[in-house]
């Protein structure tokens, strides 16, 4: 039996006929955007973007760079300081070294390397005195400078404060020595005055220029004295 109905929506059939009907319902198309912004919810992508805070959704690429050395991001030269160290030790013009370097590209790690190796070897003689070892170099570098600008000097305190630490090479040289002769005091005396003028030297050549003219030993002098200051704090005289 067959019903047809009058809306011609639906056809209705009976049992037996049903049973050689056969076919397949395909399934609608449906996308969900379930992984939308990187697995962000949509909405609340949308949400914060029409309010200005999308840059909240930013994800910054990886620097595909490869970092630095340490050596390089402090700035540290171990080959232009051990140049340096070799100015300072053999101060001769004789010797082919371009000495002004130590005095035209100054740098702070060597200085402070030289001064912290001074500082260690002065607590054999008095542990006190290690932390005025650094005030000494800061403050009176700055004395040297202040002064050499009084005097006409084209110097930074940079420069000076290089020059004058790494000038602290020479002492430490001779402080092994005086150990070894430490009972002989003339011969103690002549090393300490030895290593007071290789340093006052080293750092007068580079710091005391044409430009003073006749106030060179207006200079001179307070750079030696510093440095005899320098080996009392070793001493302990």
Partial sequence: MQFSPTNGDFTFVSSSEA??????????DVKLNMASEGGRDPYATTFLRQRGY?????????????????????????????????????PMPSLGYNRQVVR????????LAVVLLFSMISIYGQFRVVSWIITIWIFGSLTIF????????????????????YSLLPLIVITPLLLVIGGFEVVSTLAKLFGVFWA????????VGDEFKTKKPLLIYPIFLLYIYFLSLYTGV
């Fill in 19 to 28: 049973e050689d009907l056969s076919g397949t319902i395909s399934a609608p």
């Fill in 54 to 90: 999308g840059w909240l959704l930013e994800v910054e690429e990886d620097d595909n760079e490869e970092s630095k050395p340490l050596l390089e991001e402090l700035d540290i030269d171990l080959k232009d300081i051990y140049y340096k160290v070799r100015c300072v030790l053999m």
């Fill in 104 to 111: 035209d590209n100054p740098d702070f790690w060597g200085p």
């Fill in 146 to 165: 202040l002064l050499a600008r009084v005097l006409g000097g084209e110097v930074s305190y940079g420069q000076v404060l290089g020059v004058i630490g």
């Fill in 200 to 207: 006052a030297y080293s750092a007068a050549s580079l710091l």
